[in-house]
């Protein structure tokens, strides 16, 4: 049997024999490594952990010689060893024989552990391997701050496998151990306190319970928490374990500083108006909702005269798993009064028990932080007479459908400097007989000379090697295919250099850089990243970042790996999360303040956002607005990507609602079904963010002539506007599933569609949706033919746009009435109509009204007039990939031709209509077909 331990003095035992690994520095070679088993340790990394600020004059060939003499000491072991690989050294060895990650192991399965006997044994074990101070002499910084990261998952096993003591009822073993000195943390006092209480000594646990209230006070000028206070009330209440049953009173204090949030305290107070009613709080994290649970009960109590009930879930806790509902209702229990030998063991009966107390009583039970809704059920009261107020960072979908209840976002070489360097090292013959092999290995290499230098070493150091074995390493790392191992050409060592000469903030700021998704970021954003602009200014003096052009910063991508690699080591996930987040947050805040400047009629479909912790957005106009979007379009989707893997839903959630209208009008369509799709997936079932990603992939999927995929996804999202009685999400889910109706040629029941869509925009109140809503009645009302009916519509919508001062829908009804007066042979009003219609799409930018304003125009038109408005359109309709759009113009075009008798050109714009209007199963098909039989095939004759 093989112990290795770090968890006091450095050692190694097989079969009980204990080996000689040397005196102290050889051991701390030893300890760095068997921290790090199986994982390689950079032999700079080693010598900076074992000597720290004090190396020997030749630390290298000091470090040679301790691995050296480690290798014969662990030589008669079986499965260990110690290997060089990649500029370091790696100890390869079943973690499970050292102490550390053993401990890390018996940890992790401690605390997913359901039985608290099972879970006890487990931590027992684990705390079992401590034998003294970690790292035994090893004295570094970096050794302190092991110590210090040990001490803290130490005490964090100790306190947890308390907490399952206390569970169990074992208070007993909580006592027999040491108070905790005066300065101990919260939760270690509130299980002492606890323990003294349940071990039937109320008057002590209440002596130590004001002590510690009385250090926080004088010592951080702070209150308990709420597991003490709710701890406090209850032996205040209960009289002593064995007390008879009380109100609970466990309401954390409210929020002194609480402001605001008028409208949503409004709603609790109509969601809990009724008794047994159920309401959940969702949102991001950080929003505040436990502060607007807990406002609303502190002013609430006086309606439920039997208590509340309080509990933290840990739902979604970055530092502790959520909390059992076993162990949440026997606190429950004990705060209404059952002794704790009268608690039942089973979660069943812990259940039935639970509603069978509360069943008569009127309670609030406030959920906090909860997970799921299996996470919630069992611990809904029995009867009707209690309320629940349910916070938590998903939307509750089985609870709102099965409880009732309640819901309230320096320059590079180019291109030809880098392919002269690479072919001057390896030889112009050698890039002409592999040149994709070159081309990777230039795009790789980013235009930078060291790197181009160093590839091409590599291919000309062996005589006979490929260009392509290279590529293929770089294509697997680039950093390390570009590592020679000596600092003087070593991509990293040179990179290396120019970052130790940063300061803290600033090489703080440069690993950040590590998380831009394409490498590029703008003075704004990187404010809110670094919540400084200072370091741009060091960072480009380091040449670690370009600024160009002036405002907007780019990293090579090479950089941008180091950086990444840094972060990693660096910094801390809980670090690289809250950097993340900043950057999505400025992003969505700016995003969400451009499409206000956009469309500013339409606030209702973009959810609220957090701050930028840079520069506030201010666009002064539609087109700075405009302008933002375009040029920031690529590095938030690509962002929003990244998010998707990292835990940042809410975030992707909210992005795809702020630029759905922008990718939209801008005809952004496989951006927008990728950014929507990503959103859609990350939302939870039923809920409204679900509905209303679900009708921007639906419509993302029309514009690309994927109809019945479209209508799929609408359907769904339809249901969800139903069940929520959504009236914002019916009127835009209708108007899509009417869209596509009208596209199968199924008329009669796209009239329905819109129609209803309509009638709840109307309900809404939102003036500019019922505008739209007009308007596509209208322009279905032309597309029958019924002109005169559609002119109707459109006035009143040109009305509410007028109104409004709406260029974004001016735009779709100018264009409608210059279809339904061309219908009606008013010629000359009808092109008034489509002129002003195209220039409203071009100054908005409304790329979908003008690529069908120009095929409507064309139709009104003939000869060459005509073509060249089909010609304008087809051209916009391939770039944008408008598939309806496109097959419209080539069969306008093949239509024109074929009128004027020039079937020749006539015939390829209707084989390719047909091939369009096929893929889409559209009607127009047997039009094409007819025209096409009437047109001669080159060299018939009749």
């Known amino acids: 049997m093989l112990e290795m331990g770090v968890l006091g003095p450095v050692e190694v035992v097989a079969d009980g024999i204990r080996l000689d690994v040397g005196h102290a520095r050889q051991r701390d070679v030893l300890a760095v490594l068997l921290l790090e088993v199986a994982r390689v340790v950079p032999v700079d990394t080693l010598v900076d952990r074992v000597w720290g600020e004090r190396p020997p ?90 110590r210090g990261e040990l001490a803290y998952k130490h005490e964090a096993a100790v306190l947890d496998r308390n907490d399952r003591r206390l569970r169990i009822g074992a208070h007993a073993a909580v006592l027999a151990e040491p108070p905790p000195d005066g300065v101990a943390g919260e939760r270690a006092a509130a299980q002492r306190i606890e323990a003294l209480y349940l071990d039937g000594h109320p008057a002590d646990a209440l002596r130590e319970y004001e002590t510690f209230r009385s250090h926080l006070a004088e010592e951080l000028g702070t209150d308990p928490g709420p597991r003490l206070r709710a701890l406090h009330q209850r032996i205040l209440t209960g009289a002593g374990p064995d007390g008879d049953l009380s109100a609970p009173r466990q309401l954390p204090a409210a929020p002194p500083s609480f402001v605001g949030r008028t409208e949503e305290l409004a709603a609790l107070d109509r969601m809990l108006a009724d008794r047994g009613a159920v309401a959940v709080i969702s949102g991001a994290g950080g929003l505040g909702k436990t502060w607007l649970a807990v406002r609303w009960a502190t002013d609430n109590v006086t309606r439920f005269p039997d208590g509340q009930l309080y509990v933290d879930l ?28 009268s608690i039942p063991s089973e979660p069943d009966e812990l259940a039935a028990l639970y509603r069978s107390l509360t069943a008569q009583r009127r309670l609030l039970v406030l959920l906090d932080n909860a997970r799921d809704t299996d996470h919630v059920i069992p611990l809904l009261p029995g009867g009707s007479s ?117 300061d803290s903030q600033c090489a703080s700021a440069f690993r950040l850089l590590g998380l831009l998704p394409d490498g590029g970021i703008d003075r704004a954003a990187a404010a809110a990243l670094f919540s400084d602009t200072r370091p741009l200014r060091a960072l480009c003096a380091a040449h670690l970042l370009e600024e160009n052009p002036p405002g907007r910063f780019r990293i090579h991508d090479l950089v941008k790996l180091y950086a990444a690699e840094l972060l990693a080591e660096t910094d801390t996930p809980a670090d690289r999360l809250a950097a993340s987040t900043r950057l999505f947050d400025h992003y969505l805040s700016w995003a969400s303040a451009a499409m206000d400047r956009m469309s500013p009629h339409e606030p209702y479909l973009r959810p609220r956002t957090a701050r930028s912790a840079g520069p506030q957005p201010n666009f002064a106009a539609h087109e700075d607005a405009r302008a933002w979007l375009d040029t920031e379009r690529a590095t938030m989707l690509a962002l929003a990507a990244d998010a998707a893997e990292t835990g940042m839903a809410e975030q992707v959630i909210r992005l795809s609602a702020i630029l759905w209208r922008y990718l939209d009008v801008a005809a952004h369509y496989h951006d927008a079904l990728t950014l929507h799709t990503t959103a859609l997936a990350l939302t939870g079932t039923g809920t409204a963010e679900q509905g209303f990603a679900g009708q921007a992939v639906g419509m993302a999927l029309f514009r690309l002539g994927r109809y019945d995929e479209a209508a799929g996804h609408l359907e769904r999202a339809l249901s969800i506007a139903l069940d929520r009685r959504d009236d914002l999400l019916e009127s835009m889910v209708r108007n899509g599933l009417a869209s596509v109706d009208d596209m199968r040629g199924w008329r009669k029941a796209a009239r329905k569609q819109y129609k209803l869509a309509l009638a709840a925009a109307r309900r809404t109140g939102h003036a500019l949706l019922e505008g739209i809503a007009l308007c596509n009645l209208g322009e279905h009302y032309s597309w029958c033919g019924h002109h005169q009916a559609a002119i109707g519509f459109l006035e009143q919508s040109g009305r509410i746009a007028q109104d409004l001062g709406s260029a974004g829908l001016g735009a779709p009804v100018l264009a409608a009435l210059g279809s339904a007066y061309a219908g009606l042979g008013q010629d000359d009003k009808a092109t008034r109509h489509f002129q002003r219609a195209l220039e409203f799409a071009r100054t908005g930018g409304n790329t979908n009204v003008e690529v069908a304003t120009l095929n409507e125009f064309a139709a009104t038109k003939t000869g060459a007039e005509a073509i060249k408005l089909y010609e304008d359109a087809q051209v916009l309709a391939q770039r944008i990939g408008h598939l309806h759009e496109r097959a419209r113009a080539h069969h306008g075009i093949g239509k024109t031709h074929h009128t004027g008798g020039n079937h020749s050109e006539a015939r390829p714009h209707l084989e390719a209509a047909l091939a369009a209007y096929t893929e889409l199963r559209a009607p127009e098909a047997d039009d094409v077909r007819a025209l096409l039989s009437a047109v001669r095939r080159p060299g018939l004759t009749c």
């Open 386 to 502: 209690c309320s629940v107020l349910v916070t938590s960072r998903h939307g509750f979908s089985g609870l709102l459908t099965t409880h009732g209840a309640s819901a309230l976002p320096l320059r590079t070489l180019d291109e030809r400097q880098a392919r002269e360097l690479l072919a001057h090292k390896v030889g112009a013959a050698a890039l002409a007989e592999e040149p994709e092999a070159g081309q990777e290995i230039l795009r790789h290499c980013g235009g930078l000379s060291l790197a181009l230098a160093i590839a091409a070493a590599r291919i000309a150091a062996q005589p006979g090697r490929r260009m392509s074995s290279v590529a293929a390493e770089l294509r697997e790392s680039r950093l390390d295919a570009l590592d020679t191992g000596e600092l003087s050409a070593s991509v990293r060592a040179v990179f290396s250099a120019s970052y130790r000469s940063l």
């Open 57 to 146: 004059a030749q630390p290298r060939n000091a470090l040679y010689g301790y691995v050296s003499r480690l290798r014969r000491a662990l030589a008669p072991v079986d499965g260990v060893t110690i290997e060089r690989d990649r500029g370091g050294y790696v100890l390869f060895a079943d973690p499970r024989t050292v102490d550390v990650h053993r401990f890390e192991n018996l940890l992790g399965r401690a605390r997913t552990t359901v039985e608290d006997d099972a879970a006890l044994a487990l931590y027992e074990e684990a705390l079992a391997l401590w034998r003294g101070r970690p790292l035994g002499e090893l004295e570094s910084e970096w050794a302190d701050g092991v």
């Open 314 to 341: 840990r739902g979604f806790d970055p530092a502790h798993e959520p909390v059992p509902a076993a162990g949440v209702l026997r606190g429950f229990l004990g705060a209404l009064g059952v002794a704790g030998r």
